[in-house]
């Protein structure tokens, strides 16, 4: 059988009430002072902590892992009916990580460039072949004085 354990859901979640208004203006709302949850540990970060969750062991192990975040939004019901609002809506506003599939994409099926283009195969070093024949002799400079008495003598523009 084939057996696929299922992978912890790290997130980090925030639930904001409702305003009360209709759009453009914002229907839901969360104070400043609002933490966020983490999904795996159930710790609590504000808003300026955001980094500081991104540092934690699961969260960078996820994105070692080739996990990358996304955001998300779900608005749900709730039990309770807010006694401003009169509404028992509420939004659930999180990050959370998907794996990413991009690399593994090819377009139009086509081969990767890493595949398509040949590679480098290292090959030993071989001996340099003279370029001149072997009766060449060096110009010396009387030969370079002899060839200089073979231009011509130009009239001048």
Do not use: C
Request: hydrophobic share 30%.
């Amino acid at each position: 059988m084939y057996n696929k354990q299922k992978e912890a859901f790290v997130a980090l979640e925030v639930y904001l009430k409702p305003t009360g208004k209709t759009p453009p203006k914002f229907e839901y709302q969360a104070s400043s002072k609002t933490m966020f949850k983490d999904t795996l540990t159930g710790r609590k970060y504000s808003t300026y902590q955001f980094a500081n969750w991104l540092n934690e062991k699961h969260v960078v192990e996820k994105v070692k892992q080739g996990y990358v975040l996304k955001l998300g939004s779900v608005d749900l019901e709730s039990d309770r009916m807010d006694k401003y609002t009169h509404s028992n809506m509420q939004r659930k506003f999180i990050w959370y990580f998907v794996k990413d599939n991009y690399q593994a994409r090819n377009v139009d099926g086509m081969k990767p460039i890493g595949q398509a283009m040949p590679q480098y195969a290292s090959q030993q070093m071989t001996e340099a072949q003279p370029s001149a024949p072997e009766n060449a002799q060096p110009v010396t400079m009387e030969d370079h004085k002899s060839m200089r008495e073979l231009d011509d003598d130009l009239p001048p523009f």
